[in-house]
């Protein structure tokens, strides 16, 4: 990096830079004053583009301007960052492209990441909001989400980077997606060992849930119930056969399971109102445990603790 004892006044040099490309999108631009160079790609920008949409690319330009690493002419910034990344974040920062759901997750990603790395406020936003729409915060919405087939399942492809930029409260819905997916799946995301503990931990405390609702809910609606005792009878013994049976629990993860309990099986026979209340109990349940997620995957306290939205 530049060192502030080199004469602003000293010919830039060119330095060996054998091995480095020419980017081949349009970010290479003629009348560009300022290089960015991430792995082996430099990308030629403008210095008034780079500052107005961040303070810190600013500080770095006015920074390596006393530098004499120089490429094409041009003062050079290197970055820590894939040539792909840096592709898509100088893309949507120039609106050659827009950052949408329809953009690979590969380039949401690098987005999300970039702009809070380099303080790019906009683009944040806009990436914040498409991850928001599918690591959701409340059981309503993450219920809502889980009839959209199409996207229900991206979300685990932002843990690593929510838990990066620090955006913790879409941590939970990511951590609790898991769970729906192979071992083989989640090694393919490449978490860090730090998230796979919290995953697996939260895994492990919450194979007690379904047990949990089964003897304590259960048990007290077919003991407070006066109408439909055989029904209820019937639903704790298969709720019960069901929870030694590990392909069907493993199967359904608690808040799917308990929802289904009330909606298939002897529970269909029930009378209006034992069906009512079961359903309200099961919803009572399901919204306690999606409070707890937050501490039963170690994140913090409550959801309050996760700081934002
Ligand atoms: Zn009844």
């Known amino acids: 990096m530049g060192t502030a004892t080199i004469e602003t006044d000293i010919k830039p040099k060119e330095n060996n830079w054998s091995g480095i490309k020419k980017t081949s999108s349009k970010l290479y631009h003629d009348d560009g004053n300022v290089i960015i160079i991430a792995e082996n790609t430099a990308f030629k920008v403008h210095r008034s583009v780079l500052s107005s949409h961040s303070y810190i690319f600013k500080d770095m330009i006015s920074q390596h301007s006393q530098s004499h690493e120089c490429y094409d002419g041009c003062h050079v910034i290197n970055i820590a960052h894939t040539s792909e990344e840096l592709r898509s974040f100088l893309e949507v920062m120039y609106s050659y492209s827009n950052l949408s759901l329809a ?33 959701p915060t409340t059981l309503c919405d993450f219920d809502s989400l889980a009839k959209n087939i199409e996207q229900w399942e991206l979300g685990i492809h ?7 930029c620090n955006a913790l ?35 492990a405390s919450m194979t007690t849930e379904v047990p949990q609702f089964v003897d304590s809910t259960l048990i007290q609606n077919k003991k407070t119930k006066e109408c439909c ?12 056969s069901n929870l030694t049976n590990q392909n069907i629990v493993k199967a359904h993860v608690p808040l799917d399971y308990i929802a289904d309990l009330t909606k298939r099986g002897p529970a269909v026979n029930l009378c209006q109102a034992c069906s ?7 919803h009572d349940y399901r919204e306690d445990l999606w409070s707890r997620l937050p501490s039963i995957f170690g994140i913090g306290d409550s959801w309050d603790d996760l700081g934002e939205p």
């Open 103 to 135: 953009s690979s997750l590969g380039a949401i990603n690098a987005i999300f990441k970039l702009s809070n790395e380099y303080s790019v406020a906009t683009l944040q936003t806009q990436a914040l909001d498409i991850i928001s729409n599918l690591l």
């Open 158 to 164: 932002f843990i690593q980077s929510v838990n990066d």
């Open 169 to 203: 409260w879409l941590l939970p819905a990511g951590l609790y997606l898991l769970n729906y997916f192979s071992s083989e799946e989640i090694a393919g995301l490449k978490l860090s060992s730090d998230l796979l503990l919290k995953f697996y931990r939260g895994l």
């Open 229 to 240: 005792p055989r029904i209820w009878k019937q639903i704790l013994a298969k709720a019960r």
């Open 276 to 282: 009512s209340s079961f359903k309200e109990a099961a």
